[in-house]
């Protein structure tokens, strides 16, 4: 069947992505450099639930290193590549601006470069909701145009966008944008909320409830991500007729194409929390402040070119993912 080659694959979303191709009978190489923006012994020990498998392999490498990427092409040969790996963050990326230049844009370059090269037959990557930046109009539609970042994550992942539709354009190379939409389960993030939340829950400390709790947000379960992702990933861009109107993603004469994946029902951060409370079955000390700085007060996907192009939809609720993100953190922390 050919290989497929994971970036970020000891990462939340690689690792479950990885996971669930080997499932279906695929070959895997996994990429990932295991840095220390967050506890690396979590990497590791998603890599270590992946090593046993025979279809997985693994290398340690940075997509900044242009030889060591080169070589993993030339051994491999990968017909489809999933880029997950980046630094991801909002508000880190405005005290290290260089970590996101490094990582998202010269190191998404490279992976461009690898795939033309060495006729990748798709490329998906990850963008991010974050591209809607100062938006008002809601739900977040693909077609929307997303000139406003308003913090460094989300321009290096607008300029992922723009990027891969110049390779398109002058490559022929497919790839598909995916604008992930606050993901969240088993194995997820230290940095992200609900995961600190659960944290301080657990500790009796105080959580941070940002912008006075007044923040809806489209949760997506990693399960529904995942199959997102492999339902994309069989499915190539096609280009536009030459006479079709580009608008702003869709319908250009590129083999290119973006798309939202998200749940469609954005959630109260009060009732979020309180569902986290229920799972847990303890009440959080809340802490509430203003809020920060490259934040936005909601998100929330339009999904409709999903749905149109491979007939899927994001449908856990958070009455079931939560539940079964706090049975691992327990299990995990032996808390």
């Known amino acids: ?10 990462g939340f979303i690689g690792f479950h992505l990885s996971h669930y191709l080997t499932d279906q009978g695929l070959t895997v190489v996994g990429l990932d450099n295991v840095n220390d923006y967050y506890d690396p012994q979590l990497k ?49 990326s405005i005290q290290n601006p260089h970590a996101y230049v490094d990582a998202n844009l010269v190191g998404f370059v490279n992976l461009l470069e690898c795939c033309r090269h060495f006729d990748v037959q798709h490329l998906v990557y990850a963008s991010s909701s974050s591209v809607y ?32 539709h110049t390779y398109s354009h002058l490559y022929a190379l497919p790839t598909t944008g995916l604008r992930f939409f606050t993901v969240y389960g088993s ?5 992200m909320a609900y995961f600190l939340f659960t944290k301080a829950i657990l500790e009796g400390t105080p959580i941070k409830v940002f ?11 990693i399960d529904d991500v995942v199959l997102g992702i492999a339902r994309v990933m069989d499915h190539l861009p096609q280009p536009a007729a030459p006479n079709d109107r580009p608008d702003a993603h869709q ?10 994946i998200g749940n469609h029902k954005p959630v109260e951060l009060m009732r979020f929390i309180e569902v986290l409370e229920g799972a847990i079955g303890r009440a959080a000390v809340k802490e509430f402040l203003p809020m920060q700085p490259g934040d936005v007060p909601e998100t929330y996907a339009d ?5 149109e192009a491979v007939g899927f939809q994001a449908s ?10 706090v049975e691992w953190y327990r299990d995990y922390y032996n808390v």
């Open 1 to 10: 069947m050919g290989n497929v080659l994971v970036t970020g694959a000891a």
């Open 303 to 307: 999904v409709r070119s999903l749905v």
């Open 251 to 260: 319908g250009t004469p590129a083999p290119y194409v973006i798309h939202n």
């Open 316 to 325: 856990t609720p958070i009455e079931e993912g939560l539940p079964r993100f």
């Open 133 to 164: 930046g100062a938006n008002r109009k809601i739900p977040f539609s693909v077609d929307d145009n997303v000139d406003h970042p308003i913090s460094l994550y989300a321009a290096t992942k607008k300029a992922n966008e723009l990027i891969a």
């Open 44 to 92: 590791r020990d998603r890599l270590t639930q992946l090593r046993d498998r025979p279809l997985f392999t693994f290398k340690q490498v940075d997509l900044g290193d242009r030889d060591a990427l080169t070589q993993v092409f030339e051994t491999y040969r990968p017909e489809k590549v999933i880029n997950l790996a980046a630094q991801a963050g909002v508000r880190y």
């Open 211 to 221: 912008n006075h709790g007044k923040m809806r947000r489209d949760f997506t379960y």
């Open 187 to 191: 194995w997820g993030r230290p940095d």
